[in-house]
């Protein structure tokens, strides 16, 4: 078992944070890659070629999200299994998952390829965007099976305890994502479509990467007829863990489509500057994401090992990192927001003091976005994929109503609180049913043990 990590033993802040930190470095050169794709595409394209791109995002974040969910899902039940030393519940889980795995790659990659174009028009995206924007994004759901590959290798790993080389392969292949970038965008001259191209060829590598280390390293896989054959039983488990996890990013997303159909309505300078503000702004959120998927992962470990009191501390423990990188990103945007949005948008002052006031308003509100990672993380690593899934909710309403009151108002003031107001609303609920969930299982257990 080689690179993987015991994460019910050892002092809970320090395991958190010594797990979590391969995470955080993989989603902050993961966002550097991606801000650098999109100063490839605004500089060696054109602004509007940013736009284009931006306009895919709330889709992407649709089906993409999906997949991204669906795999964290498949990986709760080996990593519950894992902190339970239950040797045969792995294998059977992994074998299955592999199944889903196949399955979903399929369905998505064949139905999306027909339906971007429509999806695309349906949202309003602007007609001068419009053709680009198609070009970006079709090919990554058409080969959306590299996604999952990528996925679910690293989400398997991380349930295993290991986090750092996902985050060696992840390096390696955003460095080459970049190179590939620059001789398809530049070079070749072939525009979106070699930035999506780009991304595709090194995600793929990276997924190769992840599979063989998991199954020459790790050495938890075991390749056994009795381990290979289908399961219903553990099948239909995965399914009700996975798939209400995957609808959970989606249902968020449909908010985040809402979201942009309100930018939309404000026109291609807004899509353009809130496109760049994002795009900055995920670089500093992310991390707080790879947190919350350590999380998932301390939980679903101790959660096996019965360990409830451990849970406890670990919450608050990461909810106290989260706060410390708050403050931390909230000095560092007021200061630099205004040329971060120069780096991407180039000169265009107007549409630069709309990027850096998007991000300065957002940053103060960052609090809700990391707690909320913390709380909802640990319902996934609990096993409640359904009470996830209403979370989502929580989400899309707050988007919803966001979106209503910026289309009215017509104000891009309006488009900076659309996300913290969903984040804040997903955060009570999640918040109330982890402490509710919790006190039901120390009570279960307490009368387990009683009995025995």
Same mark, same amino acid.
């Given at each position: ?7 019910? !033993? ?6 958190? =944070?010594?797990? &979590? ?18 100063? /490839? ?21 649709? !089906? ?37 795995? /196949?399955? *979903? ?6 139905? %999306? ?8 028009? /349906? ?22 099976? =590299? ?7 690293? &989400? ?94 989606? *249902? ?19 899509? /353009? ?17 790879? $947190? ?18 451990? =849970? ?10 989260? $706060? ?93 609180? =659309? ?13 109330? %049913? $982890? ?18």
């Amino acid at each position: 078992m080689h690179g993987s990590t015991d994460l019910t !033993i050892g002092r809970p802040r320090q395991q958190i =944070i010594f797990f &979590s930190l391969p995470l955080v470095f993989g989603t902050v050169f993961q966002q550097l890659y991606s801000f650098i794709d999109s100063i /490839i595409v605004g500089r060696l394209i054109s602004s509007e070629a940013l736009g284009s791109v931006g306009a895919t995002y709330s889709l992407s974040f649709l !089906i993409i999200g999906f997949v991204q969910g669906f795999c964290v899902g498949l990986g709760i039940p080996i990593a519950q299994s894992f902190g339970a030393h239950h040797t045969k519940d792995i294998q059977q889980y992994f074998w299955n998952s592999v199944y889903l795995c /196949i399955i *979903i790659s399929t369905v998505f990659g064949f139905g %999306m390829t027909i339906l971007t174009p429509i999806l695309l028009t /349906i949202m309003h995206t602007p007609q001068q965007l419009l053709p680009a924007a198609i070009a970006f994004i079709q090919p990554q759901f058409t080969w959306i099976g =590299i996604t999952v590959l990528y996925n679910f290798s690293a &989400s398997v790993l991380r349930a295993f305890g290991d986090s750092k080389h996902p985050f060696y392969f992840l390096v390696g292949a955003s460095l080459l994502n970049i190179l590939l970038d620059l001789f398809f965008v530049g070079n070749l001259k072939l525009g979106v479509c070699g930035a999506a191209y780009a991304t595709l060829i090194a995600q793929f590598i990276s997924g190769l990467a992840n599979i063989f280390w998991l199954v020459t390293k790790i050495n938890m896989i075991k390749f056994k007829k009795k381990y290979l054959a289908f399961s219903s039983h553990y099948f239909y488990r995965l399914i009700y863990i996975s798939v209400p996890m995957g609808l959970e990013y989606s *249902i968020s997303a449909i908010g985040a489509i809402i979201m942009q159909l309100a930018i939309n309505a404000l026109g291609p300078q807004v899509v /353009i500057a809130q496109t760049a503000g994002e795009k900055i702004r995920q670089m500093f959120t992310l991390p707080m994401e790879s $947190v919350g998927m350590g999380m998932a992962t301390f939980i679903s470990q101790n959660y096996g090992a019965k360990k409830i009191q451990r =849970i406890r501390q670990g919450i608050h423990d990461g909810v106290t990192i989260q $706060v410390g990188y708050c403050i931390f990103c909230i000095a560092v945007i007021m200061l630099s927001a205004t040329p971060l949005s120069y780096l991407v948008i180039g000169k265009n002052q107007h549409l630069i003091q709309l990027s850096a006031r998007y991000l300065r308003l957002m940053s103060l509100t960052f609090f809700f976005h990391g707690s909320l990672m913390i709380y909802r993380n640990t319902l996934q690593g609990l096993g409640f994929s359904i009470e996830a899934v209403l979370s989502g909710v929580g989400e899309l309403i707050g988007r919803s109503c966001g979106s209503l009151i910026a289309i009215v108002l017509m104000s891009f003031t309006a488009v900076c609180f =659309i996300n913290p107001v969903a984040w804040s609303l997903s955060l009570l609920y999640c918040y109330w %049913m $982890v402490n509710r969930k919790l006190a039901n299982i120390t009570t279960s257990l307490t009368s387990d043990q009683r009995r025995l």
